[in-house]
């Protein structure tokens, strides 16, 4: 069997990740920080459409499409988040039944 260095080496991997000095703190949050600036974007894209939607029965100055758009996009970009964290669930499991 071979190594990971051989393999690596025959297909021009680098063996080191293309970081600079100084910047590996960044480089190791950002998959973190990414995915919660899109929850919290999820999370604003609810309210604003909650919102809407609260105006729009008060009888507030909205228009009725753009509550519709808004919900739907509230909608979407949920179900999208749903299906990212399934991946997730995916991949971890696959990790965890990983034999060393």
């Not at 080496?9 to 680098?14: A, F, G, R, T, V």
Request: glycine share 6%; net charge negative.
């Amino acid at each position: 069997m071979a190594s990971i260095n051989a393999i690596q080496q025959q297909l021009n991997i680098p063996t080191t990740p293309n970081v600079l000095p100084g910047k590996a703190d960044e480089a190791s949050g950002s998959f973190g920080k990414f995915l919660l600036e899109g929850i919290q974007e999820v999370n604003q894209m609810q309210q604003d459409a909650d919102r809407a939607v609260e105006s729009l029965f008060t009888g507030g100055d909205v228009n009725p499409a753009e509550v519709l758009t808004a919900v739907q996009k509230a909608d979407m970009s949920f179900k999208l988040m749903m299906q990212v964290r399934n991946k997730m669930m995916q991949a971890y499991a696959e990790v965890k039944d990983i034999r060393v």
